[in-house]
């Protein structure tokens, strides 16, 4: 496993146990500013996560895809990179 791979899982298990503990904070009735600040931190995590996946893709995928010949292998590609970057930012 890579060192970015091993850090985007880290982040996602980070992420995963805040989420536990925002449930069980929800459950036992925790202040809400407390629990939005913890979310935020999930937030952080996923978005941290996202970037990381998407330098790990743009340095393998993506950069095979571009030294092909294939020029619809190509397209595609450009065409997915621009589909999940939109979905980033909604």
């Given at each position: 496993?890579?060192?970015?791979?091993?850090?985007?899982l880290?982040?996602?298990?980070?992420?995963?146990?805040?989420?536990?503990?925002?449930?069980?904070?929800?459950?036992?009735?925790?202040?809400?500013?407390?629990?939005?600040?913890?979310?935020?931190?999930?937030?952080?995590?996923?978005?941290?996560a996202?970037?990381?996946?998407?330098?790990?893709?743009?340095?393998?995928?993506?950069?095979?895809?571009?030294?092909?010949?294939?020029?619809?292998?190509?397209?595609?590609?450009?065409?997915?990179?621009?589909?999940?970057?939109?979905?980033?930012?909604?």
């Open positions: 496993m890579t060192d970015l791979k091993a850090k985007t880290i982040n996602f298990k980070k992420a995963q146990s805040l989420l536990d503990k925002i449930i069980k904070m929800h459950d036992d009735g925790a202040y809400c500013i407390d629990i939005m600040q913890q979310n935020l931190a999930v937030i952080g995590l996923l978005k941290s996202h970037q990381m996946l998407m330098e790990g893709h743009l340095n393998s995928c993506f950069k095979n895809a571009m030294a092909s010949k294939n020029e619809k292998r190509k397209q595609a590609m450009i065409d997915e990179i621009l589909k999940v970057t939109k979905l980033a930012n909604k």
